[in-house]
């Protein structure tokens, strides 16, 4: 902080005071004051205000030259505040709050991004391991000759595809303001699309599938839609009831809101988890019974459907249903994201 540079930020206080000084002296000759009397008290006037001057300027000089200093000497800028003194001048205080809250925000948020990122190393570790299993099965099947060997190589395949649609939206997700597309959908589409894609599963593991009042238009993403329908069915299969599985997909039209719920027999969720169901990485009791589960299929469904707007419920009673609900509505909500997308 150079000498030069201070007067001229002081320049309009030098200025108030010298015309304030001037003032003074013509006040004093007007009224006849003693020369002596007049000479002291500009004389006094004049040494406290350079003092003041030359005091708030080596405060200041000395804060800033610190400061300036340490940040050129430091190889990681943002630790500056850290190495800081609190300034005794109300400017630099102001200023080194300002840099302590930014310090604290930007280390908060580096801490969120941390979180996220081994959050993602975890579960792109689970996958590694969960992918490898349906990828040595389908080798296996491949060096069979047996024509019986397709449905289980077909079954294999899909899980792979599955498993890798799961890492590819999960990833999307933290992004997804510049994925997504918000129109209006028929339901029953979306719903047939994830049916036939998953056909031969129904037909491998004998489970009854019926569709009901899916004549309804919703506003969402359709691609997005239908990977969360198909998560949740995937769920299904997985722990279905192997006699007599039956999956029940329905919609129903209450006020504004358009319910999509889907309906298994399979063997259900305990009480004391169904809270849990949409937190990462749980898989809960039934993830530990030789079931495959990476625990993130829920996790991405909840993700996403905030982000469309939706909201999903679970509800279940162990060894006799599970039913996840999808409500669709609030129209106004995606009258706003559309004129964003429009933008």
């Not at 299969?237 to 027999?265: G, T």
Request: with cysteine.
């Amino acid at each position: 902080m150079k000498w030069t540079e201070y007067l001229k930020d002081q320049l309009l206080l030098f200025a108030c005071f010298f015309g304030m000084y001037i003032f003074a002296i013509y006040l004093f000759i007007i009224f006849h004051v003693n020369v002596l009397c007049m000479f002291l008290i500009l004389f006094f006037s004049m040494f406290l205000f350079l003092f003041c001057v030359f005091y708030s300027f080596g405060k200041k000089k000395h804060f800033y030259d610190d400061m300036i200093q340490k940040l050129e000497a430091l190889p990681q800028k943002y630790l500056l505040v850290e190495l800081l003194k609190e300034p005794q001048f109300l400017e630099g205080n102001i200023l080194y709050q300002v840099l302590k809250e930014s310090d604290k925000d930007m280390n908060e948020h580096i801490k969120t991004y941390q979180n996220k990122l081994t959050q993602f190393k975890e579960y792109l570790e689970l996958w590694i391991h969960e992918i490898k299993t349906p990828l040595a099965r389908a080798f296996l099947l491949l060096h069979k000759k047996e024509n019986e060997d397709k449905d289980e190589l077909e079954k294999a395949l899909l899980e792979m595809e599955n498993d890798i649609d799961q890492v590819l939206y999960y990833t999307r997700s933290e992004v997804s303001e510049k994925d997504y597309y918000i129109h209006s959908v028929p339901l029953k589409n979306v719903v047939n699309r994830v049916i036939i894609k998953n056909q031969n599963t129904f037909i491998y593991q004998k489970i009854q599938l019926e569709l009901k009042n899916l004549d309804y238009v919703v506003d969402t993403d359709c691609k997005w839609l239908e990977f969360i329908i198909n998560q949740i069915i995937q769920n299904s299969f997985k722990y279905c009831n192997k006699e007599q599985a039956k999956i029940r997909i329905m919609a129903e039209k209450s006020e504004q809101k358009v319910i999509l719920s889907i309906w298994d027999n399979g063997i259900g969720i305990k009480s004391d988890e169904i809270s849990r169901v949409f937190e990462q990485s749980f898989t809960g009791s039934n993830g530990r019974l030789g079931k495959s589960s990476t625990g993130m299929g829920l996790f991405i469904c909840k993700n996403l459907c905030d982000k469309l707007g939706h909201i999903i419920t679970i509800e279940s009673k162990e060894n006799e249903y599970t039913k996840v609900s999808i409500v669709f509505g609030n129209h106004s909500y995606y009258d706003v994201v559309r004129k964003d997308e429009e933008r």
